[in-house]
T-cell receptor, first 113, second 113 residues
Framework: KNQVEQSPQSLIILEGKNCTLQ??????????LRWYKQDTGRGPVSLTI?????NTKSNGRYTATLDADTKQSSLHITASQLSDSASYIC????????????FGGGTRLMVKP | DTGVSQNPRHKITKRGQNVTFRCDPI?????LYWYRQTLGQGPEFLTY????????KSRLLSDRFSAERPKGSFSTLEIQRTEQGDSAMYLC???????????FGSGTRLTVV
């Protein structure tokens, strides 16, 4: 069964600190992996997308890594801000056409002043 | 408007009533997707359209659920004889083909009382 597992489920950090969120997947075949940020009551917003051959991708203070051999990805947030408080969802695409996504349950991040 | 628009944002209905949600995708996006998200979970795939053709339906989409995309533009998702278990956020997303990312709407929050 295709699965995407994220850890931790929730995380509280102080403003200005860094944090790393983890994503393990058993999805096969693998097409690409995406990280989304979802504010409460809003739809997910794309942060990064990585294909099989990419190991790292940055978007401002967000850096995603991918190890396709171990089927692991991480999202590193640098110098956190209060506005980073949200759910971060790891999503794996398992068809070449990019139509079939498997979502992780998300990590709920809270940044405190 | 360059975003995906969903209406209504919130819907409260009595059990047994029918409800219909609308999604207006980004105009040049030919693919449209519906997802359901319950609290604390990642979105779950319901169905997707390429232009006006409904190409894939999840087993989650029981016979009480129907989706349409007439003329390949906006889409509607109807739930008949609503049940309390239908309470969730219903997300719509659209994209072009290839590996282009998904753009999500802000969702319709359904509460069945």
């Amino acid at each position: 069964k295709n699965q995407v597992e994220q850890s931790p489920q929730s995380l509280i950090i102080l403003e200005g600190k860094n944090c790393t969120l983890q994503c393990n997947y058993t999805v096969s075949p693998f097409s690409n992996l995406r990280w989304y940020k979802q504010d409460t009551g809003r739809g997910p917003v794309s942060l990064t997308i990585m294909t099989f051959s990419e190991n790292t991708k940055s978007n401002g203070r967000y850096t995603a890594t991918l190890d396709a051999d171990t089927k692991q990805s991480s999202l590193h947030i640098t110098a956190s801000q209060l506005s980073d408080s949200a759910s971060y969802i790891c999503v794996v695409t398992w068809d070449n056409a990019g139509n079939m996504l498997t979502f992780g349950g998300g990590t709920r991040l809270m940044v405190k002043p | 408007d360059t975003g995906v628009s969903q209406n209504p944002r919130h819907k409260i209905t009595k059990r047994g009533q029918n409800v219909t949600f609308r999604c207006d995708p980004i105009s040049e996006h030919n693919r449209l997707y519906w997802y359901r998200q319950t609290l604390g979970q990642g979105p779950e795939f319901l169905t997707y359209f390429q232009n006006e053709a409904q190409l894939e339906k999840s087993r989650l989409l029981s016979d009480r659920f129907s989706a349409e995309r007439p003329k390949g533009s906006f889409s509607t998702l109807e739930i008949q004889r609503t049940e309390q278990g239908d309470s969730a956020m219903y997300l719509c997303a659209s994209r072009r083909g290839g590996i282009y990312g998904y753009t999500f709407g802000s969702g319709t929050r359904l509460t069945v009382v």
